[in-house]
């Protein structure tokens, strides 16, 4: 995919500029089973012909627990990793609903990779920014929540969404074998801005075509990871959907790029939702 050769993966405060888009990271051994429906045979109209109204208020009653606490792992790239340490958008928001409960997150954001590589850091330690990282399973986690990478799409053009496909199934699959009780929510972050896009970002300057065609591609992987957690009949936290309405509101000004603060808080909403779904 030729269109994306250009980015970098240069990576600044989270607050900043974070390139989004990578090479492609070498190895994992995980094998990814087909999942019983594939993207092929999803109807198109199933993202883009619903209604998109403005996202509905985080319900205000208080929930209780099962158990006192809950260690929660949100996994993605750069879209994740500016959401900041410790995911404080989406503690706050289940602080509301369970104030009774603690909640321990842990951001799995690496900015400027694929969904290869975050296959890989389930199981493999790794440095980011020079501070050793251990590897997700590791921390026993309740619940996992795997964006989309859709910012990261493969360098190809043939078979790029159904490998995409099969290695959100081999996330899952790895997830459920190495904690079998874990939860799993599948994510897709806020929509890009065709007109917009990665105006701001250092070292980044697209003509208007070449935003169109690169927004054009992450919407495409954005609704891939919609119609998978439809089809494999998980808990769907779609950031997405909501956002193509008022898109720049969710968008960081600075990039145009990165969730802002607007954006930040619809992903933990959406978030939030898919948690009360959950039997907890």
Same mark, same amino acid.
């Given at each position: 995919?030729?269109?994306?050769?250009?980015?970098?993966?240069?990576?600044?405060?989270?607050?900043?500029?974070?390139?989004?888009?990578?090479?492609?990271?070498?190895?994992?051994?995980?094998?990814?089973? =087909?999942?019983?429906?594939?993207? #092929?045979?999803?109807?198109?109209?199933?993202?883009?012909?619903?209604?998109?109204?403005?996202?509905?208020?985080?319900?205000?009653?208080?929930?209780?627990?099962?158990? *006192?606490?809950?260690?929660? @792992?949100?996994?993605?790239?750069?879209?994740?990793?500016?959401?900041?340490?410790?995911?404080?958008?989406? @503690?706050?928001?289940?602080?509301?609903?369970?104030?009774?409960?603690?909640?321990?997150?842990?951001?799995?954001?690496?900015? #400027?990779?694929?969904?290869?590589?975050?296959?890989?850091?389930?199981?493999?330690?790794?440095?980011?920014?020079?501070?050793?990282?251990? /590897?997700?399973?590791?921390?026993?986690?309740?619940?996992?929540?795997?964006?989309?990478?859709?910012?990261?799409?493969?360098?190809?053009?043939? #078979?790029?969404?159904?490998?995409?496909?099969?290695?959100?199934?081999?996330?899952?699959?790895?997830?459920?074998?190495?904690?079998?009780?874990?939860?799993?929510?599948? /994510?897709?972050?806020?929509?890009?801005? /065709?007109?917009?896009?990665?105006?701001?970002?250092?070292?980044? @300057?697209?003509?208007?075509?070449? =935003?169109?065609?690169?927004?054009?591609?992450?919407?495409?992987?954005?609704? *891939?990871?919609?119609?998978?957690?439809?089809?494999?009949?998980?808990?769907? /936290?779609?950031?997405?959907?909501? *956002?193509?309405?008022?898109?720049?509101?969710?968008?960081?000004?600075?990039?145009?790029?990165?969730?802002?603060?607007?954006?930040? =808080?619809?992903?933990?909403?959406?978030?939030?939702?898919?948690?009360?779904?959950?039997?907890?």
């Amino acid at each position: 995919m030729e269109l994306f050769s250009l980015f970098i993966g240069v990576v600044f405060a989270a607050e900043g500029i974070i390139s989004p888009i990578q090479e492609d990271v070498p190895g994992t051994t995980t094998v990814a089973t =087909k999942p019983s429906t594939s993207f #092929g045979q999803l109807p198109s109209s199933s993202v883009l012909g619903v209604s998109i109204e403005e996202p509905t208020p985080t319900p205000k009653e208080t929930r209780k627990t099962k158990k *006192s606490s809950y260690t929660i @792992a949100v996994l993605g790239d750069s879209m994740v990793d500016t959401l900041g340490p410790g995911v404080p958008h989406l @503690a706050n928001a289940l602080k509301k609903i369970y104030p009774r409960t603690q909640f321990t997150i842990y951001n799995y954001g690496v900015g #400027g990779t694929n969904i290869d590589y975050g296959l890989q850091r389930l199981t493999s330690d790794y440095l980011y920014l020079d501070n050793p990282i251990p /590897a997700l399973v590791n921390r026993h986690p309740d619940i996992v929540v795997v964006e989309s990478f859709g910012y990261n799409p493969y360098t190809f053009d043939a #078979g790029a969404l159904e490998k995409h496909w099969l290695q959100l199934a081999a996330i899952v699959d790895t997830l459920k074998n190495r904690i079998p009780n874990v939860k799993i929510i599948i /994510a897709a972050t806020i929509a890009p801005d /065709a007109t917009t896009f990665g105006d701001g970002a250092a070292g980044l @300057a697209f003509s208007p075509e070449d =935003k169109r065609k690169r927004t054009a591609v992450i919407k495409q992987y954005l609704e *891939s990871t919609v119609h998978f957690a439809q089809s494999q009949h998980l808990p769907l /936290a779609d950031a997405y959907t909501p *956002s193509l309405i008022g898109t720049t509101r969710f968008i960081n000004a600075g990039d145009h790029i990165h969730p802002s603060d607007d954006g930040k =808080k619809l992903f933990a909403q959406k978030v939030t939702e898919a948690i009360l779904s959950l039997s907890m």
